[in-house]
């Protein structure tokens, strides 16, 4: 195989052979390829970049190298996928709340590797939740349910794991046309009809800028757009936590109370915002502020939380214990043995939320990975009282840090700083920054 050529048309800016590519992308995933020219194919790319033509090219390989899911006349199939940050659980509500308007949600997510833990972790967090199906069993739920959570397993684009494994060793991880297609072969070979991609910038997301945010979410659009996908994406700020509670059994409770109509406003309107466009995307006539009152409604009336019920007893959760879940999530999920709460000093302001030392500290106590082998500890997290743009009184409550081990003195000190006061009000954080179509 001529990897070579393939090389030196990515240096040179143009376009691969595909008959080559799609040689080279089944060679690796079958180990006919050595990991030295795949690391010597990836650094190219990395360095140089490529054409959305071998972008959607490179994708539509890596999904033909697994299974996908097929499905016949019915409604829409749609998902979300977000690049992560600091408290992100919309695909807990999201999932649901489509599925409660009449679409359909074959989601596949993953694990948490970094400051904080995947949506996978968060689920596992319930007794019982089983993650592992294999395609015929998403189906089969979603079929049953109208929607279903899996983590992302080797039957689906396999060749993307490889790639990964190598681009994981080789630090060729942040290339936007490598990030494109891992994440856009998984999606597509979900079958879908529409796909809402909520990309994350700022200090507590991968993406730092917007220029870069903006560069990613306008490849993938692009790239799912070229594989027949209606797609929008959200750039989103992650400059403050995501709604009130941050750690995996702690974002389940906050999901269930959105669910019940209740619980944090900015959470829910992430929920709404992303839940509107698919909806929108997917039925001819339906206007943005309709399509936002249908999300809204399943949220209030509690249609959204009986889906939730259902898939988790379709997933594995005792009936019983499902029914106690969905009205009293703290007395099924995991608690801490410590519950530390910081006060307000002074009266002021609440200037901003230092997301990622709060992230860093949750995952020293066991939140989050250092590696993919290690065990999250799910009741570790932070609820935070407040947020950007709050007016505080002395000695109000402002965060409580869940945590098992003991804090040191310096761990005290970060959780003291972790709210910034100011002494004139702030505005309240507009998550929204752009929309890329």
């Given at each position: 195989?001529?990897?070579?050529?393939?090389?030196?048309?990515?240096?040179?800016?143009?376009?691969?052979?595909?008959?080559?590519?799609?040689?080279?992308?089944?060679?690796?995933?079958?180990?006919?390829?050595?990991?030295?020219?795949?690391?010597?194919?990836?650094?190219?790319?990395?360095?140089?970049?490529?054409?959305?033509?071998?972008?959607?090219?490179?994708?539509?390989?890596?999904?033909?190298?697994?299974?996908?899911?097929?499905?016949?006349?019915?409604?829409?199939?749609?998902?979300?996928?977000?690049?992560?940050?600091?408290?992100?659980?919309?695909?807990?509500?999201?999932?649901?709340?489509?599925?409660?308007?009449?679409?359909?949600?074959?989601?596949?997510?993953?694990?948490?590797?970094?400051?904080?833990?995947?949506?996978?972790?968060?689920?596992?967090?319930?007794?019982?939740?089983?993650?592992?199906?294999?395609?015929?069993?998403?189906?089969?739920?979603?079929?049953?349910?109208?929607?279903?959570?899996?983590?992302?397993?080797?039957?689906?684009?396999?060749?993307?794991?490889?790639?990964?494994?190598?681009?994981?060793?080789?630090?060729?991880?942040?290339?936007?046309?490598?990030?494109?297609?891992?994440?856009?072969?998984?999606?597509?070979?979900?079958?879908?009809?529409?796909?809402?991609?909520?990309?994350?910038?700022?200090?507590?997301?991968?993406?730092?800028?917007?220029?870069?945010?903006?560069?990613?979410?306008?490849?993938?659009?692009?790239?799912?757009?070229?594989?027949?996908?209606?797609?929008?994406?959200?750039?989103?700020?992650?400059?403050?936590?995501?709604?009130?509670?941050?750690?995996?059994?702690?974002?389940?409770?906050?999901?269930?109370?959105?669910?019940?109509?209740?619980?944090?406003?900015?959470?829910?309107?992430?929920?709404?915002?992303?839940?509107?466009?698919?909806?929108?995307?997917?039925?001819?006539?339906?206007?943005i502020e309709d399509a936002i009152k249908q999300i809204e409604q399943s949220l209030d009336r509690g249609d959204a939380l009986e889906v939730f019920r259902l898939m988790c007893i379709g997933q594995g959760v005792q009936p019983e214990?499902?029914?106690?879940?969905?009205?009293?999530?703290?007395?099924?999920?995991?608690?801490?043995?410590?519950?530390?709460?910081?006060?307000?000093?002074?009266?002021?302001?609440?200037?901003?939320?230092?997301?990622?030392?709060?992230?860093?500290?949750?995952?020293?106590?066991?939140?989050?990975?250092?590696?993919?082998?290690?065990?999250?500890?799910?009741?570790?997290?932070?609820?935070?009282?407040?947020?950007?743009?709050?007016?505080?009184?002395?000695?109000?409550?402002?965060?409580?840090?869940?945590?098992?081990?003991?804090?040191?003195?310096?761990?005290?000190?970060?959780?003291?700083?972790?709210?910034?006061?100011?002494?004139?009000?702030?505005?309240?954080?507009?998550?929204?920054?752009?929309?890329?179509?």
């Amino acid at each position: 195989m001529d990897v070579a050529q393939l090389i030196e048309s990515v240096v040179a800016n143009q376009g691969q052979d595909h008959a080559l590519l799609d040689a080279f992308v089944n060679g690796v995933a079958d180990g006919e390829v050595a990991v030295e020219d795949a690391t010597a194919w990836l650094k190219a790319v990395h360095s140089f970049g490529c054409s959305v033509e071998d972008t959607v090219q490179l994708t539509k390989t890596m999904i033909a190298s697994g299974a996908q899911l097929k499905w016949g006349d019915g409604p829409p199939v749609v998902d979300k996928h977000s690049t992560g940050g600091v408290g992100d659980k919309m695909s807990l509500m999201l999932a649901p709340a489509l599925a409660a308007c009449g679409r359909r949600v074959p989601m596949l997510a993953g694990r948490g590797l970094g400051h904080t833990g995947g949506t996978i972790d968060k689920l596992e967090s319930i007794p019982g939740f089983n993650c592992k199906l294999d395609p015929e069993e998403m189906k089969a739920a979603v079929n049953a349910i109208g929607c279903c959570i899996a983590v992302q397993n080797d039957a689906i684009a396999p060749a993307d794991g490889v790639l990964y494994a190598i681009r994981d060793v080789t630090d060729t991880v942040d290339s936007v046309p490598l990030i494109t297609a891992s994440i856009i072969s998984k999606k597509a070979a979900e079958g879908l009809d529409a796909l809402v991609l909520d990309v994350k910038c700022g200090s507590g997301a991968f993406m730092k800028t917007l220029a870069q945010a903006e560069e990613l979410a306008t490849s993938m659009v692009r790239t799912a757009k070229g594989l027949g996908i209606k797609t929008i994406a959200q750039i989103t700020s992650m400059e403050q936590p995501i709604g009130s509670h941050v750690g995996n059994s702690l974002e389940i409770i906050e999901s269930i109370q959105v669910m019940q109509g209740k619980g944090s406003v900015d959470t829910r309107n992430l929920v709404i915002l992303q839940g509107g466009a698919l909806l929108a995307m997917t039925e001819d006539g339906l206007s943005i502020e309709d399509a936002i009152k249908q999300i809204e409604q399943s949220l209030d009336r509690g249609d959204a939380l009986e889906v939730f019920r259902l898939m988790c007893i379709g997933q594995g959760v005792q009936p019983e214990l499902a029914s106690i879940l969905v009205k009293e999530p703290k007395s099924v999920l995991p608690v801490s043995e410590h519950q530390t709460t910081v006060l307000s000093r002074q009266f002021g302001h609440v200037g901003g939320i230092d997301s990622m030392a709060a992230a860093l500290l949750a995952k020293q106590h066991g939140a989050g990975r250092y590696a993919l082998e290690d065990e999250v500890v799910p009741e570790i997290g932070f609820v935070f009282h407040v947020a950007q743009g709050s007016t505080i009184e002395e000695n109000q409550p402002l965060l409580t840090f869940h945590h098992n081990q003991e804090l040191t003195d310096k761990e005290h000190t970060i959780l003291q700083n972790l709210v910034e006061m100011v002494k004139v009000s702030v505005p309240t954080i507009e998550r929204l920054l752009s929309i890329v179509d």
